[in-house]
T-cell receptor, first 112, second 115 residues
Framework: GQQLNQSPQSMFIQEGEDVSMNCTSS?????WLWYKQDPGEGPVLLIA?????ELTSNGRLTAQFGITRKDSFLNISASIPSDVGIYFC????????????FGQGTILTVHP | NAGVTQTPKFRILKIGQSMTLQCTQD?????MYWYRQDPGMGLKLIYY???????DKGEVPNGYNVSRSTTEDFPLRLELAAPSQTSVYFC??????????????FGPGTRLTVL
């Protein structure tokens, strides 16, 4: 099956620092989504990307759909303690219509 | 809108028992999904449905059954619970077919322990 490689697996940062994480795939995707999961909760959609090269922001979050369509990036600027959680990338390819493939997640810890 | 709701939030089962995890969405989404999330892992698709009366297997369907008699409801059935089914189960829904297709929205999860 399709696999997404998400990195890094975990990050420990100081409040105020910027964060970058990425996902790569061996397959071409036509949709990239980024989710955040707080402890004990379900994933919440942060940003959706639909075109190669697309750059989309949501507050302090910015995500990009890689030009090769095989990768995506998420940046968080000026991190705050409530950014703590697990961030997942997810992608949909043309051969898996209606289904998403999820990365394994990046665990983010922010020290005040 | 309540979004995607799941019941129960927590459940402990004995090996061999059966139970149904309930999922309801009020967004008129056509697709619905069941995932399981094991500790430190991502989400694995168990079953999904493209509409009322139509279901299909995902990546890890063994030991589970689903049905979809209405657009809103998508229950997940465990017939003979096994310790390997200890996990957190998430239901999700999305509208597939428009411009913003497959933005999946998740419920709060059901934490299941099988002893």
């Amino acid at each position: 099956g399709q696999q997404l490689n998400q990195s890094p697996q975990s990050m420990f940062i100081q409040e105020g620092e910027d964060v970058s994480m990425n996902c790569t795939s061996s397959s071409i995707f036509n949709t990239w989504l980024w989710y955040k999961q707080d402890p004990g909760e379900g994933p919440v959609l942060l940003i959706a990307l639909y075109k190669a090269g697309e750059l989309t922001s949501n507050g302090r979050l910015t995500a990009q759909f890689g030009i090769t369509r095989k990768d995506s990036f998420l940046n968080i600027s000026a991190s705050i303690p409530s950014d703590v959680g697990i961030y997942f990338c997810a992608g949909q390819s043309g051969t898996s219509y209606g289904k998403l493939t999820f990365g394994q997640g990046t665990i983010l810890t922010v020290h005040p | 809108n309540a979004g995607v709701t799941q019941t129960p939030k927590f459940r402990i089962l004995k090996i061999g028992q059966s139970m149904t995890l309930q999922c309801t969405q009020d967004m008129n989404h056509n697709y619905m999904y069941w995932y399981r999330q094991d500790p430190g892992m991502g989400l694995k698709l168990i079953y999904y449905s493209v509409g009322a009366g139509i279901t299909d297997k995902g990546e890890v369907p063994n030991g589970y059954n689903v049905s979809r008699s209405t657009t809103e409801d998508f229950p997940l059935r465990l017939e003979l619970a096994a310790p390997s089914q200890t996990s957190v189960y998430f239901c999700a829904s999305s509208y597939v077919g428009g411009i913003k297709y497959n933005e999946q929205f998740f419920g709060p999860g059901t934490r299941l322990t099988v002893l």
